[in-house]
Every structure is written in structure tokens, then in C-alpha cells.
């Protein structure tokens, strides 16, 4: 075994600043193991103990090599975060949104580092219109529901999980977190005294719920496995050791969690792996009573439940007309999903899947993601062409003959991202939505259903000048090596660098590449403030999307998961490729980034193909995944079998995962990689620190120019406050825009 001295030096590069100091290299301790026939041996497995001081030294040894490294960078750095700050309007609110006899709203103050979470009495009469509230001026009546810069004090870390206020207005549950490892402390609040009651219920899990009479309080917690799998019931002013549990799961690879339908006619408990999902209702009046499952599992097959009340003309399952029903979004027969309508079970039935009525049908060009009932009308979200979408059911026409009619909302924009909002209400006459764009700030409109009109009730701030027609997106298609179109997204300043209308210039422009491909999640258009940073330096920002998103539909993520994971890579490899062959880029102009999930997007794509980029970022990556995925003591790793295969039982799983494993393929002559920054928490509990940990001291050991940042008091999410999240991007940016070498700018 070598010897162990915590600091030698490292091979030379030429990449990195010449006077910094050498960096810190992580002592090799073999650590042996063997799966398969296979033997593996992990020289650095040893920083796993998180509590080691001397793993902590090397953490901290790490911080300060990467401080020194882009110490030339700080004025930069600190004029990204200022550009970020003088672009934001701080002080600020949301929409108020309307609920019982109340306006809520959060609130944000200059200066302060966290929301206020507020509301406003609902004058009598008052039409459905929400208030318009000026920033900083004081709204009449506010109720301060809670401050979370109070509950922060004396933490470096805070976050806010489970808020849900009762039915009457009368109580406040709330959980917070000050670690960052997502376990937190659940209090009631007694709003009308002002004052939290003497519950206390540590180590929940977000979803906190309120039963309808707010006697109880339901609630999920988690297992050693970080496994959310009980639900529990809290009965308001009592000790949190007389809590009943309601529901648990006993087998790991499901997670369960727990609401209340918007009609407040059921309280409602979803579980699932990443697969095969059930629904459990019970009868909201009753909240002690039994809960009582809708369809019962079956493998591969997922569904969702929301309640609704045809009108009585409307056709119903089983001859009915009308009333109480189950709206049903599932995959059995329907890869896309479907949306069906069955009956709600009475007492000891168990409804069959066959007996339900299809009202929207399979559409293969379609993802059909969810529905939401409301009295008079019910909102489909689905997503066609890369955009996510919404469209109306009115339930005050005609009956329908067949399937029902949704109603798109149609935005006159070639990208953008649509989305339901907070609709609390039952019943109320508008939907309020969420739309933007690369080019459009976030905003915030209220669909009228009866005239089907869109006003607008808020678009994100953006001072000091902002013109959205200075700013250019559009979509465009590369080839992966198996023939597939892989779309990817554009977005650059229309004066940038002497670009034409099709973005192409004379010379190649520094691009950003961003990309996740995993868990049938999307990387939909949206607006960002610290980006404007990156185009008005003449950036073009891209997106990759890949297999193994949703971006296509449920096929596209399928084709990017388990045995077909690679295929994940590959797009993002031709993507860049073809972002060069266009005329767009160079690989000495492009940087790639991708966190979490997407950071193992980024290692996978750093050792297949190295010479395509300069700069490599990613974020909380999960770049040892052979080892985690093996071991299933470790958080989630039992559930993560079914998006990544299973290592630990099957050899084939095994063998392709060690095949694009990053960790396990750094390769022994690392020096002409590109640079790369790895950024990670001591808290995640999704991503553990030791992954990036163990992967940059491989790549230091086999000369690659490589730092690692850790954030020594925060979680998956990294740091909390938004003057420090403006400080890590900021950070992020100035070691981007100097690899792409326009940090001067």
C-alpha cells in the first residue's frame, strides 16, 4: 500500500493559472471488491467517512486550492453578482392567491436573504380578481403566516418543506430543515394567537397535510434508506409520541406520500416506484377512519387519481349520469397514458381498470402528464413537440358523444413552457397558469374559462433596461449515432459576436451545452436573470435534450434508462457535434454542464469525449454510480434500481453499468482532458460528497485539470438564501466565462 501523505503534488498542466499552488491529492488506500467475477479496486473509497477529520481536512484543503485557483477571478465574480443583484427587483411579491376567506402571498425585502410568507383578508364582495400589491407597500390587514429570515437566525442553512394551512384558517403546519439533509422538524402555528403550539414532531418528510376539521395533521416520514414510507397522523395538541401510523410501505423500492384532493372530498395517499404506482383514499369526513385503494399495484404500470363531479348529463361508468368520480391518468396499454373515468369504490370494492371509461385516448405524439378538477372544468397538462402545454375540459357544455374536448391554450411563441399554478379553490371561474420562455420572464396569467381569455396578473421584474426583442431562441435538430433527431434548444443576444438571425456567425462563438436525460424529467425553456450575464457577453446558451427525459414523451425516456442508458451520452456527444459542424461553435469555445443526475451526464461525457469540449461543470454529479447503485444501505439506492438497473443481481446490469461508469473509466493519462469543476454539499443526502469527491482525485491522479468545491453546510440543492445562491452562481459563471476566455468582458 502506498504511503499515505495527505498533500503531493500533482502532474503538471498547462490549463490552470501557473501560480497557483499545487493542489491537494487524495492519499490511494486500495479498497477491494468483487461482483460477478469482477474485481474492483477503489484506491479512494476512503473518503466516504464523512465524519473523518482528516476527510473533512481534504475537503477543506480542496476549498482553499480552488479558492487560490480562481482568486483571479474575484472581481469578476463580484461583478456577475452584482449584475445579478442590480437586475433583480428585491423587494417584491407574488400574485396573491385566493383560499377561504384569504389572499396568500410571499413577500421578499431588500436586504433579506428569505421570503414572507403573508396574506390578506378577502373584503366581503369582493370579486375573484386579486388585489393589486405594490412592493413595498404595506398590504391592509397582513397576517405575517411566517418569516422565514426569523426562523433562519442563528443557521447557516435553512429551508422550508411542508406548509399547509387549515381549512378554517385557524392553523399553520410548517417543517423546516437547518442541515440540509432533507429531515425536518414539523411545528403547528395557532394563527389567530400567533404563537407555535407545543407540537413537535422532528425527522419528517415534506407533504405535511391538514385534515379537513384540522384536527389532524398527516404526515410522512422516512427510513434509514431516506425512504419516505410511513404516513402518520398527528392529532393537533397532543405529543408527537402518541402519532399513529396510518400507512406503511415494506418494500424499499416504493416511496409514499400524502394530500388532500381539491375538493376536499378525499384525503389521499400516492405511492410508487419508479414504475408501478397505487392510490389509497379515505373519506376526508371520516379522518380516522380506513384508507382504501383504487387500483391495486401491478408491475410497470403507473397511475395518478383526482376527484371530480360530472354534471348530470355527462355519462359516468356503469350507466350513471353524473356525480362523484375518479379521473384516472395511466400507462396500462397507453406508453403515453391515457386519461379514463371510473367510479368512486364504496367500502370493501376494489375497482377494476377494465371498467373505466377512456374520455382522453392514447395519443402516441402526445404525453398525457396530469389533470387537475375543479366544479366547473378540468385542465389537462400534457406535452407535444418538446413544450409542455395546457388544455380546458368545460364541463358546462353538451355532453359529449365520445371522448371529451380539450381546449389547448394556445401562446404565439416556437418555445415556451406552460404550466397549472396554485389553484387552491374548488370552485372558482379562472385558472391561474405559469408561462415563460428563454426570452420571457416568468409570468403569471389567470385563464377566464367561460370567454377562454388570458390576463395577465404579473411578469417577473427584470431591471435595468430589459428588452426581450435584444434576445434570440429557436429550436434545432441534431442526428445521434443510431439516427435519431435529438432536439436542442438556442437561445443568444441578437447582437452577439456578429451572429446572423440563424445564430451562425463568422467566427465560433462560446457556447454553453446544458444537459440532464434521466427520470423522465424535462429541461423545458425558461427565463433565468443570471443568464442575461452569460448572452450580454456574447454566450450562446444550449440545451441538450436527451434521452431519458421526458422531452418527447414516456419512448424517449425509456430509450434513455437501464441497458439503454448510453444512448443518454451519445446524444449529448452528437449534439455537440453537431453544434460545431453548424457553425455555431468549436470545442475550444464550448463547455458542458449538468448537475446531479446530468452531472453523471457530464463525467460519462468527459471520458467519451474530451477533445469535443473545453470546460467541463457538474454540479452535485452522480459519478460513482456503480458503487452507490451496488450498495443498497445506501440512500435511495433500492428505489434507483428501477432507473438504473440492478448491479447488485444482475451481471448484464453490472457489466454495461461499469462500462460508463465515470468514475470507473477515468482513464490512467487524464492530461488532455478539459478543465473541470465539480461543486458539491457535505449534506446531500441524494448525491452523496463522496462521489465528486472520489471521482476529482482520480482525475487529479491521472493529470487532469480538475477542482472541487464543497459546500460544507448545505444539501442537494446547495446553499440557501438568494444573496448566496446569487454568490455561487456567480462563482459558477466567472470560471465558465474564463474557460470559454471571454472573462474580461
Known amino acids: 500500500m502506498p504511503d499515505d501523505v495527505t498533500l503531493r503534488p500533482a502532474p503538471a498542466t498547462t490549463s490552470e493559472p501557473t501560480s497557483t499552488p499545487e493542489p491537494p491529492v487524495a492519499p490511494r488506500r486500495p479498497t477491494p471488491r468483487s461482483h460477478h467475477g469482477h474485481e474492483i479496486v477503489d484506491d479512494y473509497e476512503w473518503l466516504r467517512e464523512k465524519e473523518s477529520p482528516e476527510v473533512v481536512a481534504y475537503l477543506e484543503a480542496e476549498n482553499a486550492y480552488t479558492e487560490s485557483a480562481t482568486a483571479h477571478l474575484a472581481d469578476l465574480r463580484s461583478r456577475l453578482f452584482d449584475e445579478i443583484k442590480s437586475r433583480t427587483q428585491e423587494t417584491d411579491l407574488s400574485v396573491p392567491v385566493r383560499e377561504g376567506a384569504w389572499w396568500y402571498y410571499a413577500r421578499t425585502v431588500e436586504g433579506q436573504q428569505y421570503p414572507i410568507r403573508a396574506r390578506a383578508p378577502?373584503?366581503?364582495?369582493?370579486?375573484?380578481?386579486?388585489?393589486?400589491?405594490?412592493?413595498?407597500?404595506?398590504?391592509?390587514?397582513?397576517?405575517?403566516?411566517?418569516?422565514?429570515?426569523?426562523?433562519?437566525?442563528?443557521?447557516?442553512?435553512?429551508?422550508?418543506g411542508s406548509f399547509d394551512v387549515s381549512a378554517d384558517g385557524n392553523l399553520l403546519a410548517y417543517a423546516v430543515d437547518t442541515v440540509g439533509d432533507e429531515r425536518y422538524t414539523l411545528r403547528v402555528r395557532d394563527l389567530v394567537a400567533g404563537e407555535d403550539l407545543?407540537?413537535?414532531?422532528?425527522?419528517?418528510?415534506?407533504?405535511?397535510?391538514?385534515?379537513?376539521?384540522?384536527?389532524?395533521?398527516?404526515y410522512p416520514t422516512v427510513d434509514d434508506a431516506w425512504r419516505p414510507h410511513k404516513i402518520w397522523r398527528h392529532t393537533v395538541g397532543t405529543p408527537a409520541d402518541q402519532d399513529v401510523v396510518v400507512f406503511e410501505e415494506p418494500d424499499d423500492r416504493y416511496w409514499v406520500g400524502i394530500g388532500l384532493t381539491r375538493s376536499r372530498r378525499f384525503l389521499q395517499i400516492e405511492l410508487g416506484s419508479k414504475i408501478t404506482s397505487e392510490t389509497w383514499l379515505l373519506d376526508a369526513q371520516d379522518p380516522t377512519g380506513e384508507f382504501q385503494v383504487v387500483w391495486p399495484r401491478r408491475e410497470g404500470v403507473e397511475y395518478s387519481v383526482e376527484h371530480a363531479v360530472l354534471p348530470a348529463t355527462w355519462p359516468a361508468p356503469g350507466g350513471a349520469q353524473g356525480g362523484d368520480v375518479l379521473l384516472v391518468c395511466h400507462n396500462d396499454g397507453a406508453v403515453n397514458f391515457e386519461l379514463v373515468v371510473t367510479g368512486v369504490p364504496t367500502p370493501g370494492e376494489v375497482l377494476r381498470p377494465e371498467d373505466a371509461t377512456v374520455v382522453v385516448p392514447h395519443d402516441e405524439a402526445t404525453r398525457l402528464e396530469g389533470v387537475d378538477a375543479f366544479a366547473g372544468h378540468v385542465v389537462v397538462s400534457y406535452r407535444r413537440d418538446a413544450l409542455a402545454r395546457l388544455g380546458v375540459v368545460r364541463l358546462d357544455t353538451p355532453a359529449p358523444a365520445g371522448p371529451w374536448q380539450v381546449e389547448e391554450i394556445v401562446f404565439d411563441q416556437p418555445l415556451f413552457t406552460a404550466g397549472i399554478s396554485s389553484n387552491p379553490e374548488w370552485d372558482q371561474p379562472t385558472v391561474r397558469l405559469g408561462w415563460t420562455t428563454f426570452v420571457t420572464p416568468a409570468t403569471v396569467y389567470d385563464y377566464t374559462v367561460a370567454t377562454g381569455e388570458?390576463?395577465?396578473?404579473?411578469?417577473?421584474?427584470?431591471?435595468?433596461?430589459?428588452?426581450?426583442?435584444?434576445?434570440?431562441?429557436?429550436?434545432?435538430?441534431?442526428?445521434?449515432e443510431d439516427g435519431t433527431r435529438v432536439p436542442i434548444s438556442l437561445v443568444w443576444r441578437r447582437d452577439a459576436l456578429g451572429l446572423d438571425s440563424t445564430g451562425t456567425g463568422a467566427d465560433p462563438a462560446p457556447l454553453l451545452l446544458y444537459g440532464y436525460g434521466s427520470y423522465e424529467i424535462s429541461i423545458d425553456p425558461g427565463f433565468s436573470v443570471a443568464r442575461l450575464s452569460l448572452l450580454d457577453r456574447g454566450v450562446v446558451y444550449a440545451v441538450a435534450h436527451v434521452r431519458g427525459g421526458g422531452d418527447l414523451g414516456?419512448?424517449?425516456?425509456?430509450?434513455?434508462?437501464?441497458?439503454?442508458?448510453?444512448?443518454?451520452?451519445?446524444?449529448?456527444?452528437?449534439?455537440?457535434?453537431?453544434l460545431v459542424d453548424a457553425g455555431w461553435t468549436s470545442p475550444s469555445r464550448m463547455v458542458a454542464q449538468g448537475g446531479s443526475a446530468g452531472g453523471l451526464l457530464m463525467g460519462a461525457v468527459l471520458n467519451l469525449a474530451p477533445e469535443l469540449f473545453t470546460g467541463i461543470v457538474a454540479q452535485v454529479p452522480f459519478v460513482d454510480p456503480l458503487t452507490s447503485i451496488?450498495?443498497?444501505?445506501?440512500?435511495l439506492t433500492v428505489i434507483e434500481w428501477d432507473e438504473w438497473g440492478d448491479p447488485l443481481h444482475d451481471p448484464e446490469v453490472y457489466a454495461y453499468m461499469r462500462g460508463y461508469s465515470p468514475y470507473e473509466n477515468v482513464p490512467d493519462d487524464a492530461t488532455h482532458y478539459p478543465r473541470v469543476l465539480a461543486v458539491t454539499s457535505l449534506n446531500d443526502t441524494r448525491v452523496l460528497y463522496v462521489e465528486p469527491a472520489k471521482w476529482t482525485a482520480r482525475l487529479r491522479a491521472a493529470g487532469a485539470p480538475v477542482l472541487l468545491k464543497t459546500e460544507m453546510s448545505a444539501g442537494h440543492g446547495g446553499v440557501s438564501g438568494r444573496y448566496e445562491r446569487w454568490r455561487e452562481v456567480a462563482f459558477e459563471d466567472a470560471w465558465i466565462l474564463d474557460v470559454l476566455g471571454v472573462a474580461a468582458r
Not at 443518454?568 to 449534439?575: I, K
Open 198 to 218: 407545543p407540537d413537535v414532531v422532528p425527522g419528517t418528510f415534506p407533504g405535511a397535510t391538514f385534515s379537513p376539521d384540522g384536527a389532524y395533521v398527516f
Open 554 to 578: 414516456r419512448a424517449w425516456y425509456d430509450d434513455g434508462k437501464q441497458l439503454t442508458k448510453r444512448n443518454s451520452f451519445t446524444d449529448f456527444v452528437a449534439v455537440g457535434r453537431h
Open 630 to 635: 451496488l450498495d443498497p444501505s445506501l440512500p
Open 454 to 480: 388570458l390576463t395577465l396578473r404579473k411578469r417577473q421584474p427584470v431591471l435595468g433596461g430589459y428588452d426581450p426583442d435584444d434576445y434570440v431562441q429557436q429550436r434545432e435538430w441534431a442526428v445521434a
Open 122 to 160: 378577502i373584503a366581503d364582495g369582493a370579486a375573484w380578481e386579486p388585489p393589486v400589491l405594490e412592493p413595498g407597500v404595506p398590504v391592509p390587514g397582513e397576517q405575517v403566516l411566517l418569516d422565514d429570515n426569523v426562523a433562519a437566525q442563528g443557521h447557516d442553512f435553512f429551508s422550508l
